[in-house]
């Protein structure tokens, strides 16, 4: 496996070896020593999948308790993957990458805590599957506007699918105002 760094401190993109003929293929997502030696040492608890239509954006999300980072990967279908350095003290607060992670490519991109995460389905079945470093706590959840004007993401769909939840989400500045963004420290 390879470790591709991006311009966010913390935030890597993985190249797994895939062994294809005309079986198939097969991959190790996620293998501790190996993870170790690329320097990603946490912990994993949790496995998430979660299955979206075409042009559903979820995110961004973010868990502060505990702090959650999370390892994602698309298994059927194409996504757009999206990771915002929300770290009070970070030289790149407020900063986003993302990259297209589809079935063919077979990326994975690992965002540590301190990352708002989310994606846009770009094909009529998206499944993504993610480990997260956390367990999931609904008290300690929150979200940033996806379209926050701040961040400026530049999303692949204009009048994306959203949750209400998401359609509520607050902006990067309300969230650091907020006692709980001091959770994320650099």
Same mark, same amino acid.
């Given at each position: ?18 062994? /294809?003929?005309?079986?198939?293929? @097969? ?7 190996? +993870?170790?030696? $690329?320097?990603?040492? &946490? *912990? ?59 079935? /063919?490519?077979?990326?994975?991109? @690992? ?7 989310? +994606?846009?389905? $770009?094909?009529?079945? &998206? *499944? ?59």
């Amino acid at each position: 496996m390879k470790a591709e760094t991006t311009h966010i401190d913390g935030l890597i993109v993985l190249h797994p070896n895939v062994f /294809e003929d005309d079986r198939g293929f @097969f991959m190790e997502a996620y293998k501790h020593s190996v +993870f170790n030696d $690329l320097g990603i040492t &946490t *912990e994993f608890v949790q496995d998430n999948h979660s299955k979206s239509s075409k042009h559903v954006v979820r995110g961004l999300h973010f868990q502060w308790n505990p702090p959650m980072g999370k390892l994602m990967r698309v298994t059927r279908g194409s996504a757009f993957l999206v990771a915002v350095d929300i770290r009070h003290g970070s030289p790149t607060l407020g900063e986003w990458y993302g990259r297209e992670v589809n079935e /063919e490519n077979k990326l994975q991109i @690992f965002a540590p805590s301190g990352f708002a995460r989310g +994606f846009c389905s $770009l094909s009529d079945i &998206t *499944e993504i599957q993610y480990k997260c470093t956390g367990e999931y706590n609904s008290a300690g959840e929150g979200g940033i506007r996806w379209n926050d004007p701040e961040i400026g993401v530049k999303w692949p769909v204009d009048n994306p699918v959203l949750s209400e939840k998401d359609k509520k989400a607050q902006t990067l500045n309300e969230w650091l105002k907020t006692e709980a963004s001091r959770n994320f420290l650099v």
